[in-house]
């Protein structure tokens, strides 16, 4: 059974920086496409980044150059590396695996 798990969220000032973590049981990210969405209250979910099993990362238009996307195939774990928030970061993050496998997700609030 595949199990995700984010961490690291919280409340952040805007131009602040976050560190996500996903975890994993049951499933090794460096078979697979891993990507990070984000849902925001009202809106639907938006894909936010994703990396190959290659290493090859993507991303959305408006975290380009601020977010980044990395794996530890050693630790088997994702990352994403948030700097420069702004208020309109604010959502619910998820770790997704090949469309498939959902965690719970983790809370971001960039608020002054």
């Known amino acids: 059974q595949v199990q995700l798990a984010e961490s690291g969220g919280g409340l952040v000032q805007p131009g602040g920086s976050l560190g996500l973590s996903c975890a994993s049981s049951?499933?090794?990210?460096?078979?697979?496409?891993t990507r990070w969405y984000r849902q925001a209250p009202g809106k639907e979910r938006e894909l936010v980044a994703s990396?190959?099993?290659?290493?090859?990362?993507n991303y959305v238009d408006s975290v380009k150059g601020r977010f980044t996307i990395s794996r530890d195939n050693a630790k088997n774990m994702v990352y994403l590396q948030m700097n420069s928030l702004k208020p309109e970061d604010t959502a619910v993050y998820y770790c997704?695996?090949?469309?498939?496998?959902w965690g719970q997700g983790t809370q971001v609030t960039v608020s002054s």
């Open positions: 997704n695996v090949e469309g498939v496998h």
């Open positions: 049951g499933i090794l990210f460096r078979f697979y496409v």
């Open positions: 990396i190959t099993r290659t290493g090859v990362t």
